[in-house]
């Protein structure tokens, strides 16, 4: 089993920068593919970007392209997003999403259901 905690939200003007932090505890001896997503009120969760267990292949969904960089640190158990020229409409809970994989599992899924544990979230507000 894996425990995630997010970290790093919180209030950015239009054009700043966050780094988001998903550090990971538990079964951490065993390799897991990273998913971000996040959640607006009234609208429904989406995909923002993950990682695979060796870091070798990432994905991106498209209202995020060019502008957030995912990357991991195994070392330290952690993931990060890096968030590039906010926009008003990437304010959203973040959260981040763990699924066993072993390192031939190549490539990884911006969806949901492909991801088994979660993390409470952390707040990113964009705005002036």
């Known amino acids: 089993q894996l425990q995630l905690v997010e970290s790093g939200g919180g209030l950015v003007q239009p054009g700043g920068s966050l780094r988001l932090s998903c550090a990971a505890s538990?079964?951490?001896?065993?390799?897991?593919?990273i998913g971000w997503f996040r959640q607006a009120p009234g609208k429904e969760r989406e995909g923002v970007s993950c990682?695979?267990?060796?870091?070798?292949?990432?994905n991106y969904g498209d209202s995020v392209k060019g502008r957030f960089t995912i990357s991991r640190d195994n070392a330290k158990n952690t993931v990060y997003l890096q968030m590039n020229d906010l926009k008003p409409e990437d304010t959203a809970v973040y959260s981040c999403?763990?699924?066993?994989?072993?390192?031939?599992?190549?490539?990884?899924?911006?969806?949901?259901?492909?991801?088994?544990?979660w993390g409470q979230g952390t707040q990113v507000t964009v705005s002036s």
């Open positions: 999403a763990a699924v066993h994989r072993p390192l031939y599992a190549r490539g990884c899924l911006v969806r949901s259901a492909e991801y088994a544990y």
């Open positions: 538990g079964f951490t001896s065993g390799y897991y593919a």
């Open positions: 990682i695979s267990s060796g870091g070798g292949s990432t």
